[in-house]
């Protein structure tokens, strides 16, 4: 059991002087002893780990360790390099690592972070609970996380967390599809539409976000019957989709078809992340959708993917979610600069994110929806060229 709260600050060269003696230092002598240990502290470093590290007094250029979840997917891939770029121009050094959605891989590639003296962890969890014990250790070393995208639960030893508005994120996505259907418009009171429902991974927090901003935006149609969820399938743990992955929603989307929609259509699918919005379009089409006389169903997504993006200019995908990670990445960087330099990061929220040990003060960034008709947003912000999405 654990019980220090504070967090350990790196030895002072000084402390390695015995007492006894430290008791007869004048303060030249002193001065002197600790610029001579300085300099043999940070030589060491460079021996023992290959180039110089970071000044012991101060955590001007240390190493930032970036633990991300997985390659797997390019906006991760985007997130990685912007800190790292944006790191490195503040003076730091970055090590960037990705965890192949294995939590024991971001375990081991936190553990080794601590060991080769980072003094900061940005770190988007593969499982939100995983991370317990590593940080308690990180703790220990008196290095400071920022919980990046998605929070990290059960522990007091996260400092920041930097992420996007993901209850916003959910209820634009549910109110894109009460708009695409027309559902808010008096003359459509009497008609009801067939709707499917995709959940993320259970292991990530941000879930059950976008799940509940959904479902409040959603849920009143549900209640008067103008949207029929024909599978059932109404709760979030029946929709879960693990690790996000696209192939495990386009099993589940081929099933549901299969099983509720014989003759019937489905008019709109809610999909939390474009990789799952790849998944159910391959079922739709596997199943005939997309075809002449047959036409998609409504199908949100999140992350604003290039293959999903061009889906969407193509007409398949309906709409997904802008998240610049360009933006989270210089969030991720003014509070880890501040936390390196003593001084406290803006925030703009501290009331939303309890991870069940604290409260976790935030920086929420503005997520913004994007679908056939502004995806030139994406050129005019210099996110995508206009080559890449021709
Ligand atoms: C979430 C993130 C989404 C999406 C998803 C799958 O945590 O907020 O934007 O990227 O993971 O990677």
Redesign the pocket.
């Known amino acids: 059991m654990r019980t220090r709260t504070t967090p350990t600050p790196p030895p002072h060269p000084a402390a390695s002087v015995p007492r006894s003696r430290r008791a007869l230092l004048r303060p030249a002598a002193v001065a002197a002893l600790s610029v001579l240990l300085a300099a043999s502290v940070t030589a060491c470093g460079q021996e023992a780990k290959g180039g110089s590290r970071y000044h012991p007094a101060s955590n001007k250029g240390a190493t930032i360790g970036i633990a991300m979840?997985?390659k797997a997917?390019e906006?991760?891939i985007a997130d990685g390099q912007n800190m790292a770029k944006q790191f490195q121009k503040a003076g730091y050094k970055t090590d960037l690592q990705y965890g192949d959605n294995q939590v024991d891989n971001q375990v081991a590639q936190i553990e080794n972070m601590i060991t080769k003296g980072d003094r900061l962890l940005v770190i988007?969890a593969i499982d939100g609970r995983a991370l317990t014990d590593v940080l308690a250790h990180a703790h220990d070393q008196g290095i400071h996380v920022i919980s990046y995208?998605?929070l990290i639960l059960g522990t007091p030893y996260v400092d920041y967390y930097a992420?996007?508005d993901?209850e916003r994120?959910g209820k634009l996505q549910g109110q894109y599809i009460l708009d695409k259907l027309g559902l808010e418009k008096p003359e459509k009171g009497g008609k009801s539409y067939n709707i499917e429902l995709f959940a993320?991974?259970s292991d990530?927090?941000?879930?059950k976000y976008?799940w509940s901003g959904a479902m409040k935006v959603l849920k009143p149609y549900f209640d008067t019957g103008q949207l029929v969820v024909r599978s059932h399938q109404t709760a979030m743990n029946q929709a879960f989709t693990q690790q996000?992955d696209g192939g495990t929603a386009q099993k589940r989307m081929d099933d549901l078809l299969t099983k509720n929609y014989g003759t019937d259509t489905v008019d709109a699918v809610l999909s939390?992340?474009?990789?799952i919005s790849i998944g159910v379009l391959s079922a739709l089409k596997s199943a005939g959708y997309g075809s002449k006389g047959h036409p998609l169903p409504v199908v949100t997504g999140?992350?604003a993917e290039l293959a999903s993006v061009k889906s969407i200019i193509r007409g398949e995908q309906t709409q997904t979610?802008f998240?610049d990670t360009r933006k989270l990445a210089a969030q991720a960087v003014q509070m880890g600069n501040a936390v390196l330099n003593d001084k406290k990061p803006e925030v703009n929220n501290t009331t939303d994110y309890n991870n069940g040990k604290r409260l976790v003060p935030a920086y929420l960034l503005n997520p913004v929806s994007v679908d056939k008709s502004n995806t030139h947003l994406l050129v005019d912000e210099g996110y995508y060229t206009k080559k890449q999405l021709s």
């Open positions: 979840p997985t997917s906006r991760w988007a995208d998605r992420s996007f993901n994120v993320g991974s990530d927090n941000n879930t976008f996000w939390p992340y474009d990789g999140q992350d979610i998240k």
